[in-house]
């Protein structure tokens, strides 16, 4: 059997509802899967490592990136979020992670981005990777952060990066919007797979959808890496009750975000 070409992936958020996922399904795609979480992942399988670790502290995160050469980071906290709990960990945590990753030579990070970094468009607007971001939330507003993180650290210091606009990535849609962002937790693997495989990847916006013919997304100038998702949420359609009338829709619903762009003027 051959070997690995990446002797050692850091999966960030390994405990998370993503990184979880990655964690089974990317086993064997380096020599050794490292990770971590500010939460214990539990005990180290074979070809694993785990360490608890802070993103929000740079030391810390230096420790984490000796031996890596490709880092997965998908550590932060979710969409419905204040600013003053954003910023430690999708921020700062973000910038550590890329600027060790650089002091440690690592050769390519995956960052998960998400489609509140595009939530405002409307939509009736088809994106593509050259569409800039329109955040819709303090979460979203993190997510392009990162994003121009990842296109400084290429541009200045050819750190490749995939930067993917994460859907809805659970088991199944629930609801109308899902029906076009859904992304299956097998196609979440395969997207992640295709980014550590591509021989060169560069920097790319890339958009984490399953095969679904409602998507409001093109992922047609990255078709060089070879991701063909194989779940479609059409096959949902019929157990999802579409609002019987437009009266019943809320303006939010007109945008790519759906109902989240609400927040937090839905918590007060």
Request: glycine letters at 8%; hydrophobic letters at 40%; proline letters at 6%.
């Amino acid at each position: 059997m051959a070997q690995p070409r990446w002797n050692r992936i850091l999966i960030t958020g390994a405990c998370g509802r993503l990184g979880s996922h990655l964690r089974t399904g990317l086993a064997g795609a380096a020599q050794v899967l490292r990770l971590t979480d500010i939460r214990d992942p539990g005990p180290a399988a074979p070809g694993e490592e785990v360490v608890v670790a802070d993103l929000s502290d740079l030391d810390a995160v230096h420790r984490l990136m000796e031996g890596v050469d490709l880092v997965l980071h998908f550590g932060a906290v979710m969409v419905r979020q204040p600013w003053d709990v954003v910023l430690p960990a999708n921020i700062i945590g973000s910038y550590n992670v890329f600027e060790a990753a650089r002091r440690a030579g690592v050769k390519r990070i995956v960052y998960a981005s998400s489609s509140h970094a595009i939530g405002m468009y409307r939509c009736d607007e088809v994106l593509d990777a050259d569409s800039p971001p329109r955040p819709d939330t303090p979460y979203g507003l993190s997510k392009a952060f990162g994003e121009s993180l990842a296109r400084m650290y290429f541009d200045k210091y050819g750190i490749e990066a995939a930067c993917l606009r994460i859907g809805s990535c659970f088991e199944k849609p629930t609801d109308e919007r899902m029906l076009a962002t859904w992304l299956s937790h097998a196609d979440l693997v395969r997207l992640c797979r295709a980014c550590i495989d591509a021989p060169v990847l560069g920097y790319a916006i890339v958009y984490g959808q399953s095969d679904n013919p409602r998507s409001f997304w093109d992922n047609g100038r990255v078709r060089f890496l070879g991701y063909h998702p194989q779940d479609s949420a059409a096959q949902f359609v019929d157990s999802i009750q579409a609002p019987a009338s437009d009266a019943e829709r809320h303006p939010a619903d007109a945008l790519q975000g759906g109902r989240f762009v609400l927040y937090p003027e839905d918590a007060a």
